[in-house]
Nanobody, 127 residues
């Protein structure tokens, strides 16, 4: 059974930082591209960042470029998202997700574009 479990969210002030983790099991994590996506209250799904299976290629939405860093540890089957300079617009539930196809890691923004995702971790950026 595929499992993706996100953690690391919380309440942070604007300008602050958080590090999200996504621990996976039940599949060969090291062979799959994976992404972070988010959903703000009352809004649709937004793709945030993606990383190729080997970890050598990363992609970022313009809204987070230069502030967020995606990484992975294939030995630990874990995906990370380091978030800095957080803004109120970053408030959302963050999910790690496995894209359906090879191009999905760079921008897929519909739930149907993903095969699997976790339950998410809440990030609230507020003063």
């Amino acid at each position: 059974e595929w499992r993706l479990v996100e953690s690391g969210g919380g309440l942070v002030q604007p300008g602050g930082s958080l590090r999200l983790s996504c621990v996976t099991s039940g599949f060969t994590f090291e062979t799959f591209d994976v992404s972070w996506v988010r959903q703000a209250p009352g809004k649709g799904l937004e793709w945030v960042s993606g990383i190729r299976s080997h970890g050598g290629t990363t992609y970022y939405a313009d809204s987070v470029k230069g502030r967020f860093t995606i990484s992975r540890d294939n030995a630990k089957k874990t995906l990370y998202l380091q978030m800095t300079s957080l803004q109120t617009a970053d408030t959302a539930v963050y999910y790690c997700a496995v894209p359906r196809d090879v191009n999905g890691v760079d921008g897929a923004s519909e739930w149907d574009d993903y095969n699997y995702w976790g339950r998410g971790t809440q990030v609230i950026v507020s003063s």
